[in-house]
């Protein structure tokens, strides 16, 4: 399922005025979260709202947000401006076992402007995926499993290149963002919220045990029984992909 998203709306004077008082807020902006129209609707084209030194800057300052969250991914809505950017990279020492399942391998860091991907072949993937901008959720998603990226570098230079498993969906969560689609419209299984008190797959961010967390982790089960009746893929999504990082 996927949401009619409205076109975008931001002139270029609003863009500049939104990266303006970020860049010059000398503090991390926040992460916003779902609600904010930003995330819901389709961004614009970078299409020489910014200078280079703000675009420079701006990328800067999302890698850094990334890092903090932490997360393997950014995309500018995420920040409240409606801007085709978005920055990815996952460099996390993570559990080889885990990384195999995953076909998770490290992703350098990059910055993508007005990218958009296409499915390579018929294969897909199902795994939990979380978002920064919907905080302590998480849901079964099944993508295909590559895609070809066409996008801009900061530079304006036209590329395309092939992505492959984990970074394969860690390219179409970003991309989807800018587009206002969140990864639960493409949720296959109920919403889960994420287990507290267990340290998340990033190696960093351990999440505080909150009031009702037996209350959670019973659900977490419950929900993780159902996805052995939907068949051994979403079993296996269920069991391992718990605790995946945010994007
Ligand atoms: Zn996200």
């Given at each position: 399922m996927t949401q009619t998203v409205p076109p975008a709306a931001a002139g270029p004077g609003h863009i500049r005025e939104i990266v303006e008082r970020i860049l010059s807020a000398g503090t991390l902006p926040p992460i916003v979260q779902a609600g904010h129209p930003a995330l819901r609707q389709r961004a614009a084209?970078?299409?020489g709202q910014l200078s280079a030194d703000q675009l420079d800057r701006l990328i800067g300052v999302m890698r850094q947000v990334m890092h903090e969250a932490p997360g393997v991914g950014l995309a500018a809505p995420q920040l409240g401006i409606p801007l085709r950017l978005a920055v990815l990279e996952d460099q996390f020492d993570i559990d080889p076992a885990a990384a195999a399942l995953r076909s998770r391998s490290p992703l350098d860091f990059m910055a993508i402007l007005n990218p958009r991907y296409t499915p390579v072949g018929s294969g897909r993937a199902s795994f939990y995926e979380g978002c920064l901008s919907l905080n302590g959720l998480q849901a079964v998603v099944a993508r295909p499993d590559a895609v070809l990226l066409e996008y801009l570098t900061p530079d304006g230079a036209a590329e395309r290149r092939e992505f492959s498993g984990w970074q394969a969906r860690i390219v179409q969560h970003e991309t989807d963002h800018l587009d206002g689609i969140l990864y639960i419209d493409r949720a296959q299984a109920p919403v889960l919220e994420q287990q507290r008190g267990i340290r998340c797959a990033l190696g960093g961010g351990r999440h505080r045990e909150g009031a009702g967390g037996a209350g959670v982790r019973r659900r977490?089960?419950?929900?993780?029984?159902?996805?052995?009746l939907a068949g051994p893929g979403l079993a296996q999504a269920g069991r391992e992909g718990a605790g995946n990082p945010a994007a």
């Open positions: 084209d970078v299409d977490a089960r419950r929900h993780i029984d159902r996805l052995r």
